[in-house]
């Protein structure tokens, strides 16, 4: 139950300003850890459990590759993208499902994460002009229960249960997880995402040293770190597919080609990983939480950039395409010809 007591203390990251007055302020909290798990930066609750939300995917396809599932289903870098995606539901994004689909026996029928219309507005947009209402498929993460389906025709379980918190697939995933994040599993929170799969709470500064293994996987098991390394580079290789047109993942992996693995959340969360060489000799893994949701989309790419710019990868060419998003970034009239204000974040390094 929600009390004064238990909400984390969140602290001021970024302010909105009109005209010279701050109209505005997101409060939230992040952790900069590296693959050793040595703590570069930090603020608000690093040690308070919060959900990972879509953030957790990477990791949630992880075992899936650890067992095996590449070579059993051929799986490809686009696909193993799309499972560690929150996409779009355009046409693309729909295609790679399907083609899974089609080689797994499977039909949207299996899908069990529901249905909302595309994210993309466009593809939306079409979808109502030829009366077509959106399928499972559309669903931002059709991908993700994919691969859950997958590991179950792995382990030869039932199709039905998949979602089950306690089926072999879930406790594969939750074990995974946990490991990655060098978090004990017993004291994983699990609680229920909006696509009726389990999801994870665990501290920033786990999630972030989490990120930090993904891309640099030197200390794992052979095979383990064999899955982080496909889900690494996959994401890398294809950013439209792990999110979508103007969507930040996308637009961040895309401005710094293979120097960031960008994975957001619902209610303003954030997971990102900097492979060896980008920040540092080892990887640093960055966890972001906008305590209000950031339900405009605006905090967590300016937080988030300003973040990257105090590591020293953010570049003038990252800079000048993403200047929209920040790390400051201006507020204009509906007309978009005067600049009323400004978004800055309120923290330095």
Request: aromatic share 6%; with cysteine; net charge neutral.
């Amino acid at each position: 139950m929600a009390s004064k007591e238990n909400v984390p203390p969140f602290v001021p990251l970024l302010a909105l300003t009109r005209d010279g007055l701050v109209e505005s302020v997101h409060y939230g909290g992040f952790a900069v850890v590296d693959a050793t798990g040595r703590l570069l930066a930090a603020a608000g609750p690093v040690m308070q459990p919060l959900y990972m939300r879509s953030s957790a995917k990477p990791f949630q396809v992880m075992p899936l590759l650890e067992a095996g599932g590449r070579e059993r289903f051929g799986f490809t870098p686009e696909e193993i993208a799309v499972m560690a995606a929150s996409h779009s539901g355009t046409e693309r994004h729909v295609a790679v499902v399907q083609g899974m689909h089609q080689r797994l026996g499977l039909g949207p029928e299996h899908l069990q994460c529901g249905v909302h219309p595309p994210l993309d507005r466009e593809t939306a947009r079409a979808l109502r002009q030829a009366g077509k209402a959106p399928t499972p498929y559309h669903h931002n993460c059709s991908g993700k229960h994919t691969g859950m389906l997958a590991l179950a025709l792995l382990l030869g379980q039932p199709l039905e249960t998949y979602l089950d918190p306690e089926s072999p697939v879930q406790r594969r995933i939750r074990e995974t997880l946990a490991a990655m994040a060098q978090w004990p599993p017993e004291a994983l929170h699990v609680g229920t995402d909006g696509c009726s799969a389990p999801n994870f709470a665990l501290p920033l500064y786990h999630a972030a040293w989490a990120y930090a293994r993904l891309v640099d996987p030197r200390d794992l098991s052979p095979s383990r770190g064999e899955a982080a390394r496909l889900v690494a580079e996959s994401m890398m290789a294809h950013p439209f597919l792990v999110a979508g047109p103007r969507r930040f993942d996308t637009r961040l992996m895309e401005a710094l080609p293979g120097k960031v693995v960008a994975k957001g959340g619902a209610e303003g969360y954030q997971g990102m990983g900097l492979p060896p060489g980008v920040a540092g000799e080892r990887g640093v893994g960055i966890a972001l939480k906008i305590a209000d949701g950031d339900g405009r989309h605006r905090a967590v790419p300016a937080v988030a950039l300003a973040l990257l710019e105090g590591l020293g990868v953010l570049t003038p060419q990252a800079r000048e395409v993403l200047k929209d998003l920040g790390p400051i970034f201006p507020v204009f009239n509906h007309r978009g010809d005067i600049r009323v204000g400004e978004g800055r974040p309120l923290f330095s390094w």
